[in-house]
Every structure is written in C-alpha cells, then in structure tokens.
C-alpha cells in the first residue's frame, strides 16, 4: 500500500473554542502514529494601536482554550498558544511555519444560501489567505458533529488532493472503526466498457491507499455535486480533496466550486482538503525583486525596530495571571503527562516570623491535597534565631547551605543559596519562593510554575504583584520595588532592552526548567536574579521567558541603606555582562567597594564595605553534581516529607 504519510504536527485555529471538539476529535484521528495538536488562539490589535495592549485578551484567549483540554483523547498530546497580530492569517501562517506543521485544520461556518459573489472570499478572508500562504496542507471542516461516525465517504477524481483525501478518510475510518466508500461519479449512459475500466482503476486507487478496507462506488449522474450529496445522506463524514486547478479559477479558485458546493448542501460533516502547492517561478522572481530593492541602512533600521515590536509581542503572549493555573488538579494531570518531577525551594535567613505558615501552607495544599511539588526544601543561610526549627516542625527538609557541597567553601548571600540548591534537589521543575513574605499563598509556587506546565516553549518565569509597603502597622499602597524602578529598569532600557517587558526583574519569585538553570552561571548576592534575566536571555531568546501576575505581595521592607547597597551590586552585575557580551574591557576599573558617609553632630566618618558579588559557575560543571545527577536518573522519586510532629 503506498501512502503520501499523515500529519504529525498538526494546528488548528480556534475563533471558538467551545465548538472544537469536533475538530479536536478529527485531528486526533489523522495522528494515528502519535504527534502533536497544537490549539491557536489570535489576537487581533488594530494598527496604530501596541501589541501589548492585546495582553489581557491573550489572558481571556488562553482561558477559552484551556477548554479543549477537556475533550482532547487521551494519549494526544495537545498544546495552546495564543499569538498576538494584526491579521489574524498572517499569526497563522506564522506560527504554522515555527512549529513546523504538517497540517492546518479549519472550521468553517458556511455560507447562508445564494451564489458567492466573484469579489466575496470563497471561505473566508481569514481561511483564503492562509490557503494561499500556508507552508502546510491544508483541511476545512464543515461541521455537522462527528458523534457516531459509522460509514465515511470520499469522492475521488485523481491527483494529489484525491490521494490526500483517501490517505485521510482511511485513517478517520480506521480512528472511528467505520465503513470507508471511496466514491466515483461517471456521466450517465456510459458504456459498458468504459465502466468496466472505471471500476477497475477505482479499485486499484483505493486498493493503493487503503488495502481491503474501503469499498469501491461508481455512481452515475449528470450532476455531480448532486450525486455526491446523495450518496453523503448514508454517510457522517466526506472527505473530498480540492479541484481547482489554479488559483484564478473564476469561481471557488482556492479548492474549485464542487468542494464548496458539497460542503454547502451535505447534512453531514465535510472536510475538504487541499495538499501544499509549490511557489511557482513567477512566485520566487517576485520575493528576489523585492528583496533586492532592501538597502542595507533600511535593514539595519528594521533590525532596530524589531526588539520593541518583539517585547511588545511577548508582553502579550507571555504575561499571564496565577488564575489561569489554580485549577491545581489540571496542573498535577499536565505535570504526569509531561513525565517532570517538581522541586520547590524556599531561601531563608532569619525568617522565624514567617516560615511556619508558608511551610504549612505550601507542603498541605500542593503536596498533600494535590501532588503537585515532589519536594520542598528550605535552604538556609546560618539563621540566628528559630528558623530551622520551625521549618522543620511543619514538614520542610531543611539545609544549611554552607553544608552543600562543603569543599567549594561559601559565599554570604541569597544568590549562593539558589545556586547550591540545584544541587540538593532533584526536580526537573525548579521553583523559588522569598520567605519574608506575611500574606504568602500557594500561588507563589502554583502561579510561576503554571506556564512551565504549559507552555513548552517557555524555560524560565518571573512573578510580578503589587507592592505596597508597611510602615509601622499602616499599609500604604504603593512604593514598592524601589530599586526595580530606579536602578533596574533604567539599566535593562538602555543595555538589555530585550528584557524591558518584565514588570519587577527582581522580584523573588521564579521557576525555571533544571536543563537551563544547570547551564549558567549565578551571582552569590543581590545581583542573582538580573544575572538570571541576562544570562537566560542567551539561552532561551525572548520567547522562551514568562511572568505571572500573582496580585499583591506584603513583605519585610529594606531601609534605604540597604536599597542602596543592593543598587551597587546590581549595576557591577550589569556592567559586568556588558563587558563579557561585547568582549571589551568598557571601563578600566569596576570599583567593588562601596563609601558610605557618616554624620553626626559630633562625628563625620566614612565607612568603606566591600560589596562585590561572587560568581559561581554553571552547577552542571561541578563533578559532584554530575555525579548525583547520573544517580537520580536512576532513583526513586522523593517521598512526600512527614507531616509535623504533633504534641
């Protein structure tokens, strides 16, 4: 049996989620050896109007599809994504092209009754263009559902659309077990010969695509729509490949008036579909001319204008809210069928005011309610006071991090407990949580680990929330994240605009995937999170990070000397990175030290602190690591840590 191959990757856009099912259902059926449906949302921002201002309907747009995850089969991999554009054919194209897709499934509306006028879409302008442009096939779907398919009919005349269309119809008919008619329509009154020979070539076709499993039809009729749609009333689904012959045809150019006409009048489901088509020369001389009338200036300046119209973009697409992910049962189920373990980690120096509830809460709501962490580990950093045991009481493995990997000595600093936590846990999921947190909630995890669990795509997510300060025992609203907006933002604008689209770069709350966290390098102190943004941003590119809006964040607020020692350390970790990716000594002394003048009525000191941030290399250099790495591939998984031990 010879066969022209089914798809593997297959997209389908979704105007309505809601009535997916059916094409969910189909494209599942076409992946019969395994592969990937990917359900695509657009956003369409008019021009003149900024892509990010798309991103809260990005948000409504991923709600919607979360919904085709109820009735996608199991064992069918599906993924979302959601594109912000101006055209919506244009976002389509596009992403069929990244993802490398060998199908685009629509569903169409139809039209309601009367004859297409020559200036109106054949489908529609959306469905047309996207024919015409796509680098796929290409199936629309006239949807009259697909519930109980028992017999499928395809109507063939030949050509690759026939092939395609019969290669489709068996995989439908062996995907639903039914009947697959491979039909043919002779004019009527035909000799007995030429029916002969119609009938043995039919079945020789069918034969070639389907083995034994279909039964040949010859019909006879003048008209051959007409005999099409009767032959369909015994059928629940057809299958029909494209006819016309050019895309200039004067009516029904894109797959020839027949398709439409069948799809127009059968009362059960229709799929039409059209195999990728070439560029013709004329096609190739044309993109060469217009290609040649780019000057290099005009170039370099679209270059320019590309990484705001990007960030823009990926504002859109990438900014998500923590409710998008609270239903935690659907979190555990995209967890198991991704096959990742989840590791939870939660910094600590002298947090005895508050790490009993988050322990608490973070091991009885994603632990023991719902399997969603593998772990949860306090790293701590030589606290004085009753931290440790506290944490320990509630349920956390606790470590100290001057006890990891003890032959690399230690380094004071937050930065040099995240580093050393690659290497106490084990998840291929890694999430951190700040611990001077008063109102913390589950979401402080569940929120930056959603998009992870979602979006392949994205390796590494950042939380961002109002801020307000306390002072006293008054909240005042606003004010936080003083060092985001005075010392960190400006420095992303002017050297790493790429990243301007984070709304706190610094915040405490993060979660990245093990296999891009193993691979850089971390600041010991203050500058671990903006060395996290830069050095990731090599990595992944823009379209690999994500932030999650995790509403409002009560915590401990540094006085004003500390800000400014944090600013320090911040902008070396900068200036650092701008030397090494422009392989230039900038500036010939990077001062590490940092003068803090003194004033009293009696006394002017100057008090002189050394605030340079170490740097620890990429975990996955360390031999321990590698070691305890190729150990774990082959252990059990970590065991659930013991309630609190009661009396």
């Known amino acids: 049996m010879s066969r022209r191959g089914l798809p593997t990757r297959i997209l389908i856009p979704l105007a309505n989620p809601r009535t997916a099912a059916d094409l969910v259902r189909i494209g599942a059926a076409l992946l019969e050896h395994g592969g990937l449906l990917i359900a695509l949302g657009i956003v369409e921002v008019p021009e003149g109007m900024p892509l990010s201002e798309g991103a809260t309907r990005a948000r409504q747009a991923r709600r919607l599809l979360q919904r085709v995850l109820e009735f996608t089969p199991a064992g069918v991999e599906l993924r979302t994504i959601v594109r912000i554009g101006r055209r919506a054919a244009e976002g389509i194209v596009e992403v069929a092209a990244e993802e490398e897709t060998d199908?685009?499934?629509?569903?169409?509306?139809?039209?309601?009754?009367?004859?297409?006028?020559?200036?109106?879409?054949?489908?529609?302008?959306?469905?047309?263009?996207?024919?015409?442009?796509?680098?796929?096939?290409?199936?629309?779907?006239?949807?009259?559902?697909?519930?109980?398919?028992?017999?499928v009919l395809t109507a063939v005349r030949g050509g690759p659309h026939a092939e395609l269309a019969l290669d489709f119809a068996d995989a439908l008919g062996r995907s639903f077990d039914a009947q697959v008619a491979v039909l043919h329509v002779l004019p009527p009154d035909v000799s007995p010969l030429v029916r002969s020979r119609a009938e043995r070539a039919l079945a020789?076709?069918?034969?070639?695509?389907?083995?034994?499993?279909?039964?040949?039809?010859?019909?006879?009729?003048?008209?051959v729509a007409a005999a099409i749609v009767r032959e369909a009333d015994a059928s629940q689904l057809v299958v029909m490949g494209a006819t016309a012959a050019a895309a200039d045809a004067p009516d029904g150019g894109l797959f020839g008036p027949l398709p439409e006409r069948v799809a127009q009048q059968a009362r059960s489901t229709v799929i039409v579909v059209k195999t990728r088509e070439q560029p013709t020369r004329s096609v190739f001389e044309r993109r060469a001319e217009q290609a040649e009338t780019l000057e290099a200036a005009d170039r370099a300046a679209?270059?320019?204008?590309?990484?705001?119209?990007?960030?823009?973009?990926?504002?859109?697409?990438?900014?998500?809210?923590?409710?998008?992910?609270?239903?935690?049962?659907?979190?555990?189920?995209?967890?198991?069928?991704?096959?990742?373990?989840?590791?939870?980690?939660?910094?600590?120096?002298?947090?005895?005011?508050?790490?009993?509830?988050?322990?608490?809460?973070?091991?009885?709501?994603?632990?023991?309610?719902?399997?969603?962490?593998?772990?949860?580990?306090?790293?701590?950093?030589?606290?004085?006071?009753?931290?440790?045991?506290?944490?320990?009481s509630e349920g956390a493995r606790v470590v100290r991090h001057v006890d990891i990997l003890p032959r690399y000595g230690s380094y004071r600093g937050k930065g040099e407990a995240l580093w050393k936590s690659l290497y106490e846990t084990t998840g291929d999921l890694?999430?951190?949580?700040?611990?001077?947190?008063?109102?913390?909630?589950?979401?402080?995890?569940?929120?930056?680990?959603?998009?992870?669990?979602?979006?392949?795509?994205?390796?590494?997510?950042?939380?961002?929330?109002?801020?307000?300060?306390?002072?006293?025992?008054?909240?005042?609203?606003?004010?936080?994240?003083?060092?985001?907006?005075?010392?960190?933002?400006?420095?992303?604008?002017?050297?790493?605009?790429?990243?301007?689209?984070?709304?706190?770069?610094?915040?405490?709350?993060?979660?990245?995937?093990?296999?891009?966290?193993?691979?850089i390098p971390f600041f010991t102190g203050y500058a671990v999170e903006i060395g996290h943004l830069i050095d990731l941003a090599e990595r992944l590119g823009l379209a690999g990070f994500g932030q999650v809006d995790l509403d409002i964040r009560v915590h401990r607020n540094q006085e004003l000397e500390g800000?400014?020692?944090?600013?320090?350390?911040?902008?070396?970790?900068?200036?650092?990175?701008?030397?090494?990716?422009?392989?230039?000594?900038?500036?010939?002394?990077?001062?590490?030290?940092?003068?803090?003048?003194?004033?009293t009525p009696n006394r002017l000191s100057l008090e002189v602190i050394d605030l340079a941030d170490q740097e620890r290399p990429p975990m996955v250099r360390i031999p321990e690591y590698a070691e305890r790495r190729r150990a774990s591939a082959t252990s059990v998984a970590p065991a659930i840590p013991a309630s609190p031990r009661s009396g």
């Open 563 to 599: 800000l400014s020692r944090m600013s320090f350390v911040i902008i070396q970790a900068v200036m650092k990175r701008l030397q090494e990716r422009h392989r230039a000594r900038l500036f010939p002394e990077l001062g590490s030290t940092m003068k803090l003048p003194r004033s």
């Open 430 to 519: 890694v999430a951190w949580s700040d611990t001077d947190i008063q109102d913390w909630h589950p979401r402080f995890f569940y929120g930056t680990l959603g998009p992870l669990l979602t979006e392949p795509r994205v390796g590494y997510v950042k939380a961002h929330y109002q801020r307000p300060i306390v002072e006293g025992t008054t909240l005042k609203e606003g004010g936080g994240g003083r060092v985001t907006e005075l010392v960190a933002r400006p420095l992303i604008n002017l050297f790493f605009p790429e990243l301007s689209g984070y709304i706190q770069p610094l915040s405490g709350e993060y979660a990245g995937r093990r296999e891009h966290l193993e691979q």
């Open 103 to 151: 199908l685009v499934i629509f569903g169409w509306g139809g039209r309601v009754g009367g004859r297409r006028p020559a200036s109106e879409a054949i489908f529609s302008p959306t469905i047309d263009e996207v024919v015409r442009d796509a680098p796929c096939d290409i199936a629309v779907v006239k949807q009259r559902g697909v519930d109980r398919v028992s017999r």
């Open 204 to 223: 020789a076709f069918a034969r070639q695509h389907t083995g034994d499993r279909s039964t040949p039809l010859i019909v006879e009729g003048d008209d």
């Open 302 to 392: 679209e270059i320019g204008r590309s990484i705001p119209a990007r960030v823009e973009r990926w504002f859109a697409e990438s900014s998500f809210h923590h409710s998008e992910f609270s239903d935690l049962a659907r979190l555990v189920r995209l967890k198991e069928r991704r096959g990742v373990t989840i590791s939870a980690v939660l910094p600590t120096l002298n947090e005895a005011a508050t790490i009993g509830p988050i322990v608490r809460r973070a091991r009885t709501e994603l632990m023991e309610k719902v399997p969603l962490l593998d772990e949860l580990v306090v790293i701590d950093s030589d606290s004085t006071d009753d931290t440790l045991a506290i944490a320990e």
